[in-house]
């Protein structure tokens, strides 16, 4: 098998790649869908509109990024009508983005009904969390009737890059504990045990863990009652200012980092505090990840932030000496895939550029060609 297609539909964008084995023929992304006076009108259209514009013959098959697989799925999948029917059970955990997922993969069954359609899930990467870093201490079966569990996402972009810093330090994947830090506009952290997940900051949805763009992370849950019984603000208003109005933006009126370093260095003090309140957040998950870890060999940086700013690669990691962990200043202001730590260092610290597209091309070929390894 040779050519696939990836879609990646986010909750307000569609990224696609078209891949002739490892070689990419074109890309790209449509942005603002849904927006007002932006691009389509809804993820329908857009998919539409890439599909459109594509030679898509000879295509092998479509890989489709769904955000939640809940239990159920904890691999990749043909699509058929029973899959699909599941993934839309799955969208009261994943409100923003299964709706999403499905309108692409709909769209693609209908234009392609003879190319093989593949569902990979950002979820199903950390199904080998232990159970009691997955429950939450709750009523069980409250918990169990709705679903109340740490799923984690970002799974493929974890899988990708804690296996390619296996083989950026030449070291077997199984025998490998690392950390791996996914910055970007959505930000999580994984503890990687033998290239298992076993801990990851982001919960039953992406709203918890590591401070994101828009989005608070970590959250004492009585803020939500006191917003709603002080505040009369409703559901829904605490909803989109959790994951819509904090992080970042709340902090200082912009969700992207580097502006936020922009501002810091003009002496601006919000954009001072949102950095050290960013960078707290991450020190403290790497600190409980290398406990629960015992041994760590390696933290790897990835995503826009993780991959371009040195400053909160540096602040994160401020202070972990005692633990082996150290940053070299040239070498963590270079570029492209690379050791950032000084030599000799009982921990490496690596930067590496995800690839969730070819992660799931990958994992699209080896669902129709029957479990081909790689």
Known sequence: MSRV?????????????????????????VERVGE???????????????LDGLDLDGLSAVGHRVVHGGRKFSTPVLIDDAVLAAIRDLVPLAPLHNPANLAGIEVARAALPDVPQVAVFDTAFHHTLPEAAATYAID???AQRYGIRRYGFHGTSHAYVSRRTAELLGRPYDRLNTITLHLGNGASACAV???????TSMGMSPLEGL????????LDPTVIFHLRREGGMSVDDIDDLLNHRSGLLGLTGVNDMREVLQRRASGDR??????????????GYVGAYYALLGRVDAITFTAGVGEHAAPVRAAALAGLAR?????????????????????GAEVSVCVIRTDEEREIAQQTREVVDGGSQR
């Not at 919000?270 to 020190?283: H, N």
């Open 211 to 218: 401070v994101m763009g828009t989005r608070s992370g970590d």
């Open 140 to 142: 069980l079966d409250t």
């Open 270 to 283: 919000a954009a001072a505090l949102a950095f050290d309140v960013y960078c707290r957040r991450i020190t």
């Open 36 to 50: 007002p006076g932006g691009g389509p009108a809804d993820h329908a259209g857009a998919v539409r509109q890439i």
């Open 5 to 29: 297609l990836v879609l990646n539909c986010g909750s307000s964008s569609v990224k696609w790649r078209h891949y002739d084995g490892d070689r990419t023929l074109d890309q790209g992304t």
């Open 323 to 343: 633990l082996g962990i150290a940053v070299d200043s040239d070498r963590n202001d270079g570029d492209g895939d690379r050791l950032i730590s000084p030599d």
């Open 193 to 199: 045990a033998n290239g298992r997940s076993v801990a």
